[in-house]
């Protein structure tokens, strides 16, 4: 039997004045999957990462063995990204070798999540170019996907994408990849419709969690001996708008903060929600870390306003500034477009003075893509790709430079680091996070995995910093 439930662009669009509804959800059980094996890959961003937690809370509980292998996997789940055309065909690269697979072990059983799944013609081209896909399920019923393996089990294909605004569910149980930092959704979905991003189309409606839910699972982890927790959303600092009762960022951040958990991360902010009050409460608490993610995508106020951003650079600039002074050491991290349709060379130099005056810690840097469905896809763009692709180099030549040299500062400095492992490359080392979110790997003990400790910087590179621990004399 094939079920068939496509994603709607029109009905993904929709912001309706309806209640978000908020249930609760509880895992299926059953003998069917013991001891298999499942692979799962993720694509995307942080919130994906965190979505592939839920997922894997739903396999083990079926008890299912993860594996790295797929060759072992009996299950296969992909876990997409729609954000730019490259993560599609890496997808789509991957179903070439899955197709393969398919064909010597037709038992296997495929599921394809994520953004992806959100989008229509996606959605369709799996259904008729990929037949041998099992199961395509989207961001909104990923709770559904024990229900879906077990009736794909029976040889039943279910496409299931609904393209509600979206509903908040509480009770899910996540299998966290670590035990030393978590993430913790606060808010769902984005509202704020820039003319270049799926997002809102693939992740609903903005709708945030009651702050006591979120409060609650910030005690369990803190008692579980979790020493960070990241607070998570397409746009953090829209948190409670929907509540329409006054509550906000800044009261859920400060609330946090007096859980007394080590460290309080958040992702994404956007500037326009950005508030005072928020600046002063992330200066106010020590375990509030002096890092904001804040991405200015242009530098250019006239490609701003075509993005649909609601700043112009000289209003970014003054929230960078009034950040710098009010939280001592932040350091402030973006994202940047370049190549949005119609930016001309002169645009480009108003993003690289963005840069020069800010000299952010670091930036992530995109070609701008564009994704059907969204006004910008049917904007003119004449800038040649070559054109594009030479402006991306000079700008992260700018980017790694600033990054090396914050970097630079910290040499000869001792900075509390949460270690989270040993490092890659380096077995006798350890890595771990500055409170400014940088990448140091530290001559210390595998004993300090989970806490957090004083370290001397010894070096820097543009992406990583290496340093010693600095044991404390007690007197
Ligand atoms: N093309 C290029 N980059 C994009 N981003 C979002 N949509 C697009 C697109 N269509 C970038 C933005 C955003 C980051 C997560 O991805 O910079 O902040
Ligand atoms: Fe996309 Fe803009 Fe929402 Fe960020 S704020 S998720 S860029 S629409």
Not at 241 to 259: N, Y
């Amino acid at each position: 039997m094939i079920s068939v439930k496509l994603p709607d662009l029109k009905e993904a669009k929709k912001r309706t004045k309806e209640k978000v509804e908020y249930s609760s959800v509880s895992l299926i059980s059953s003998d069917k999957f013991i001891g298999k094996h499942y692979f799962l890959r993720t694509y995307g961003c942080q919130m994906n990462e965190h979505d592939s937690e839920e997922m894997k809370g739903i396999l083990e509980h079926l008890g299912m063995i993860p594996t790295d292998d797929l060759l072992l996997a009996d299950v296969i789940v992909l876990n997409t990204c729609a954000i730019r055309e490259n993560a599609h065909d890496k997808v789509f690269g991957y179903l070439g070798r899955i197709k393969h697979l398919k064909k010597e072990r037709p038992d296997v059983i495929v599921a394809i999540g994520g953004c992806m799944s959100q989008e229509p013609r996606i959605a369709e081209e799996i259904k008729s170019r990929h037949p041998y896909v099992n199961i395509v399920f989207g961001t909104h019923n990923i709770h559904e996907l024990g229900k879906l393996l077990l009736d794909a089990s029976v040889g039943n294909q279910d496409i299931e994408v609904s393209s509600i605004e979206g509903s908040v569910y509480e009770g899910i149980t996540y299998q966290r990849d670590s035990s030393i930092t978590a993430w913790v959704n606060i808010i769902y979905g984005c509202d704020k419709f820039c003319t270049y991003c799926i997002v809102p189309y693939t992740r609903g409606k903005e709708r945030s969690r009651k702050l006591e839910e979120i409060i609650q699972e910030v005690n369990l982890l803190k008692q579980q001996g979790y020493q960070e927790v990241t607070l998570l959303g397409q746009n953090v600092n829209a948190y409670g708008k929907d509540f329409q009762d006054g509550t906000d960022f800044a009261m859920l951040l400060e609330a946090v903060a007096k859980t007394n958990i080590p460290r309080i991360r958040f992702v994404t902010s956007h500037p326009w929600d950005f508030t005072d009050e928020m600046i002063r409460i992330i200066s106010l608490y020590s375990n509030v870390m002096p890092y904001i993610h804040l991405p200015v995508q242009s530098g250019s106020s006239r490609i701003l306003k075509l993005m649909g951003r609601r700043y112009t650079k000289e209003e970014y600039l003054s929230l960078f500034w009034k950040m710098k002074e009010r939280i001592p050491g932040v350091a402030i991290t973006t994202d940047i477009i370049v190549g949005f349709p119609g930016e001309t060379e002169e645009d480009f130099l108003e993003t690289l003075d963005v840069v020069e005056t800010c000299k952010f810690d670091g930036a992530y840097t995109f070609i701008f893509s564009p994704r059907v469905g969204t006004p910008a896809a049917l904007m003119k763009d004449d800038t040649p790709k070559e054109e594009k692709e030479r402006r991306l180099q000079r700008l992260n030549e700018r980017v790694n430079f600033y990054s090396k040299q914050n970097n630079e500062k910290l040499v000869g400095k001792t900075v509390p680091v949460l270690i989270l492992g040993v490092s890659e490359k380096d077995s006798s080392r350890v890595y771990g996070y500055t409170d400014t979110m940088k990448l140091v790997n530290v001559e210390a003990g595998h004993d300090t995995i989970g806490k957090i400790i004083d370290v001397l910087i010894l070096d820097a590179k543009s992406f990583s910093l290496d340093g010693k621990e600095v044991i404390s004399e007690k007197v």
